[in-house]
């Protein structure tokens, strides 16, 4: 599910179990290059992400800066 409302866009993961987490970006996803890589139904990771205060309703905020690395083949070894 993408959000593309606001100055930030945002997208919500879910795990195996459906637990979500809502990550939001700094940058449109075409500024950041992920406009070929955030799609429905893709396995995807990410990591160096920022939790930003104590927002977890209704599923927890977490933030993608310039230091997030998004993969679509988690088997990279800094992932593992």
């Known amino acids: 599910v993408i959000d593309e409302q606001g100055s930030s866009p945002a997208f919500y993961l879910a795990d195996g179990r459906l637990n ?6 700094f940058n449109s996803f075409s500024q950041a290059g992920l406009e070929d890589v955030v799609k429905p139904g ?21 933030y993608a800066g310039d230091l997030t690395v998004f993969s679509t083949n988690p088997k990279e070894a800094h992932l593992q």
Do not use: I, T, W
């Open 20 to 25: 979500f987490v809502k990550v939001r970006c």
């Open 42 to 62: 893709v396995l995807l990771s990410l990591s160096n992400l920022q939790l930003r205060g104590q927002s977890l309703h209704p599923a927890p905020v977490v």
